[in-house]
């Protein structure tokens, strides 16, 4: 019960994400982001190349055991997890671009997830089942229909859209929150499953998904902070519709749940850091 509770907020938060987003995004500004051909490149290149290599680098040459190996490797294929944008929602600049991040990623997710479930099933034989109609719906009705749906609000009913992502924002915390303690709940039961070399499996991804998007970031000390929570987060909901297809008859719920907290609390350093950063970057443009 509490672990279909736990998919179901996981899995539903999207479309209030998005939808808060869009609500709250200019058009034009997230377009022109967009269009941006390095940041597109950049990003791809960790999203879509650099974490997955990265991710199963390390569960291979660790003895990390063989279902927490494939929800590590699952989890590292699927990019961009929408609610990263909650990080940055305050700071226009910053939020239109990872808007940009996160829809590209997305968009580019019909190629990246289906190319790496081939590769996957090919040289490790994991069984991996996921059509590309069912992922191309998936990402449809839950990332971008809100999505669009909130920038046309925001473009001709602008007197709605402020007062509705407020709300929506409010909705999103309690259910953001909700989803951690049913987590917490279905994953304490399992954490005798996240052995040490998972826990340092878990450490060293994170960690190195945070180097490769601050050196993707280049110069731009937004897009560093972007790329390396992205990076970091991967997209748990799209991950847990693959497992749901590929191993139905397996129960791997509450692993997922123990590794979701284990990998949420690897993500709080570079948070920590990441924070600072931007305190001091808005520090020092108030003293010029």
Do not use: H, K, Y
């Given at each position: 019960m509490l672990r279909t509770i736990a998919e179901l907020l996981v899995g539903n938060l999207i479309e209030i994400v998005m939808l808060s987003a869009g609500l709250r995004v200019q058009p034009e500004r997230l377009l022109a982001e967009i269009r941006r051909p390095a940041l597109a490149i950049r990003e791809l290149l960790v999203l879509g190349l650099g974490v997955p290599l990265l991710t199963l680098l390390v569960v291979l040459l660790l003895p990390v055991p063989p279902r927490a190996r494939v929800v590590a490797v699952l989890f590292g294929i699927c990019p961009a997890a929408p609610?990263?944008?909650q990080s940055f929602h305050k700071r226009e600049t910053a939020a239109s671009k990872a808007l940009a991040v996160v829809v590209i990623a997305l968009?580019?997710?019909?190629?990246?997830?289906?190319?790496?479930?081939w590769a996957l099933n090919r040289f490790f034989a994991l069984g991996i089942?996921?059509?590309p109609e069912t992922l191309f719906s998936l990402l449809a009705l839950k990332v971008f229909v809100p999505l669009f749906l909130g920038m046309a609000v925001h473009r001709f009913v602008p007197r709605?859209?402020?007062?509705?992502g407020r709300v929506l924002t409010v909705v999103m915390i309690v259910g953001l929150l909700l989803a951690l303690v049913v987590l917490a709940a279905v994953g304490?039961?399992?954490?005798?499953l996240v052995t040490l070399p998972v826990i340092v499996a878990?450490?060293?991804v994170a960690t190195g998904c945070a180097i490769l998007g601050e050196i993707a970031g280049g110069s731009d000390p937004e897009l560093r902070e972007i790329l390396g929570r992205t990076a970091m987060m991967g997209n748990p909901a799209l991950a847990l519709a693959i497992i749901a297809a590929s191993y139905p008859s397996l129960d791997?719920?509450?692993l997922v749940a123990a590794y979701l907290i284990c990998r949420g609390v690897s993500t709080l350093p570079y948070s920590?850091?990441?924070w600072r950063q931007s305190v001091r970057r808005q520090g020092s443009v108030h003293s010029t």
């Open positions: 609610v990263v944008l968009a580019a997710s019909v190629f990246i997830v289906p190319s790496w479930i089942r996921l059509s709605v859209a402020e007062p509705l304490a039961g399992t954490l005798r878990v450490v060293l791997i719920g509450g920590l850091f990441a």
